[in-house]
Nanobody, 120 residues
Framework: QVQLVESGGGLAQPGGSLRLSCAAS????????MRWYRQAPGKERELVAAVSSGSGVTNYENSVKGRFTISRDNAKNTVYLQMNSLKPEDTAVYYC?????????????WGQGTQVTVSS
């Protein structure tokens, strides 16, 4: 029943912009911390950005600070990642993640990922 569906990936030129969306269902979105991860071929998965549930506090990986913005719309059960000033090193599969609580404890949910390619 739980689903996280990413969209908005694709090809962009260096300096360009993309906006990723993640539509969530099957759990209480408003009480869940939401995160974006990315993984490039041959590299470790890394946390890109996160937004908390109640307060909406955000944090970012250093290399994307000032360029990427994470936001959430609880009425739409959707989290976004606005990516500006894109660089080739941003090329990766981007994954949506939810950290939340069930009756048994905490759990992580993952989307299937969306490809972002930055190239001239």
């Amino acid at each position: 029943q739980v689903q996280l569906v990413e969209s908005g990936g694709g090809l962009a030129q260096p300096g360009g912009s993309l906006r990723l969306s993640c539509a969530a269902s099957g759990f209480t979105f408003s009480s869940s911390a939401m995160r974006w991860y990315r993984q490039a071929p041959g590299k470790e998965r890394e946390l890109v950005a996160a937004v908390s549930s109640g307060s909406g506090v955000t944090n970012y990986e250093n290399s994307v600070k000032g360029r990427f913005t994470i936001s959430r719309d609880n009425a739409k059960n959707t989290v976004y990642l606005q990516m500006n000033s894109l660089k080739p090193e941003d090329t990766a599969v981007y994954y949506c993640n939810a950290y939340t609580w069930t009756g048994r404890g905490s759990v992580n949910y993952w989307g299937q990922g969306t490809q972002v390619t930055v190239s001239s």
